[in-house]
C-alpha cells in the first residue's frame, strides 16, 4: 500500500479507531513515511493524540508540554464566551491544542470555528499574553497530564452563528462579575481582567 493510501486511510478511521491504533501498529506505519507525511500523520489524528500514541504503554503516565491557544471571546455587552465541556464539570474559553506547522493565529482560527462556528480574521485577533507555568496545569480523566503554554487572544470582531460539537456539553455569554465557580481556565481570565485594566 503506497504511502497517501495508508494516510487516506487513517484519515477515514474514526476518532476512537484512530485513537485505538496500537503503538506496534503506528510504529509500522511511521517507519515507511518521509518526514512530511509523519507531520501530516501527526495532523490527521491529532498532535497530541499522535504524541501519546507513541508513548506505547507509557501514554497516559508522562506529562507533556502542550502549546496551543486560548480566546477572550466579547460580544456587545462585554460578555465573555465560555464552553461548558462535555469531559469534566468544568467551564473554559474556547481553544485547544496547536497542530504541527501552524501558527499559533492559525490554531485559535481553527480552534474557535471548530468549537463555536464563528469566523474568525488573522487581523481582528488581538494577543494578550503567553501563558504558561504552574497555572496552566491540566488533569484529565484518562489519566493525562499536561501542561499547556497558551497564547491568550482578545476576539470582539467575529461572524456566524453560535453552534457547539460534542466537544462542549453548552456554550455561554457571561458578565464577568457573574462568571460560573468551576472554571476550567482562572488564570487565563485573571490576565484578561487585568488586561482590560490596562486599556
Same mark, same amino acid.
Given at each position: 500500500?503506497?504511502?497517501?493510501?495508508?494516510?487516506?486511510?487513517?484519515?477515514?478511521?474514526?476518532?476512537?479507531?484512530?485513537?485505538?491504533?496500537?503503538?506496534?501498529?503506528? +510504529?509500522?506505519?511511521?517507519?515507511?513515511? +518521509?518526514?512530511?507525511?509523519?507531520?501530516? @500523520?501527526?495532523?490527521?489524528?491529532?498532535?497530541?493524540?499522535?504524541?501519546?500514541?507513541?508513548?506505547?504503554?507509557?501514554?497516559?503516565?508522562?506529562?507533556?508540554?502542550?502549546?496551543?491557544?486560548?480566546?477572550?471571546?466579547?460580544?456587545?455587552?462585554?460578555?465573555? @464566551?465560555?464552553?461548558?465541556?462535555?469531559?469534566?464539570?468544568?467551564?473554559? @474559553?474556547?481553544?485547544?491544542?496547536?497542530?504541527?506547522?501552524?501558527?499559533?493565529?492559525?490554531?485559535?482560527?481553527?480552534?474557535?470555528?471548530?468549537? +463555536?462556528?464563528?469566523?474568525?480574521?488573522?487581523?481582528?485577533?488581538?494577543?494578550?499574553?503567553?501563558?504558561?507555568?504552574? +497555572?496552566?496545569?491540566?488533569?484529565?480523566?484518562?489519566?493525562?497530564?499536561?501542561?499547556?503554554?497558551?497564547? @491568550?487572544?482578545?476576539?470582539?470582531?467575529?461572524?456566524?452563528?453560535?453552534?457547539?460539537?460534542?466537544?462542549?456539553?453548552?456554550?455561554?455569554?457571561?458578565?464577568?462579575?457573574?462568571?460560573?465557580?468551576?472554571?476550567?481556565?482562572?488564570?487565563?481570565?485573571?490576565?484578561?481582567?487585568?488586561?482590560?485594566?490596562?486599556?
Amino acid at each position: 500500500m503506497k504511502n497517501q493510501e495508508i494516510l487516506n486511510k487513517i484519515r477515514n478511521l474514526s476518532v476512537q479507531e484512530q485513537r485505538n491504533l496500537s503503538y506496534e501498529e503506528l +510504529t509500522d506505519i511511521i517507519k515507511q513515511l +518521509t518526514e512530511e507525511e509523519i507531520i501530516e @500523520l501527526s495532523s490527521i489524528i491529532g498532535y497530541p493524540v499522535f504524541i501519546r500514541l507513541c508513548m506505547g504503554e507509557l501514554k497516559h503516565k508522562i506529562p507533556i508540554l502542550q502549546d496551543g491557544a486560548a480566546a477572550i471571546i466579547v460580544n456587545e455587552k462585554r460578555q465573555i @464566551l465560555l464552553q461548558s465541556r462535555a469531559d469534566r464539570d468544568q467551564w473554559g @474559553l474556547p481553544g485547544g491544542c496547536q497542530e504541527a506547522g501552524e501558527s499559533f493565529e492559525e490554531t485559535i482560527i481553527r480552534e474557535v470555528k471548530e468549537e +463555536t462556528n464563528l469566523d474568525v480574521r488573522e487581523e481582528d485577533l488581538q494577543f494578550i499574553k503567553a501563558v504558561s507555568g504552574k +497555572t496552566r496545569k491540566n488533569s484529565y480523566p484518562n489519566g493525562d497530564i499536561v501542561f499547556n503554554n497558551t497564547m @491568550l487572544f482578545y476576539i470582539d470582531q467575529y461572524s456566524g452563528e453560535l453552534k457547539w460539537d460534542k466537544e462542549s456539553k453548552e456554550m455561554r455569554f457571561f458578565d464577568l462579575e457573574d462568571l460560573p465557580q468551576n472554571q476550567n481556565d482562572p488564570d487565563l481570565i485573571d490576565i484578561y481582567k487585568n488586561y482590560i485594566k490596562r486599556r
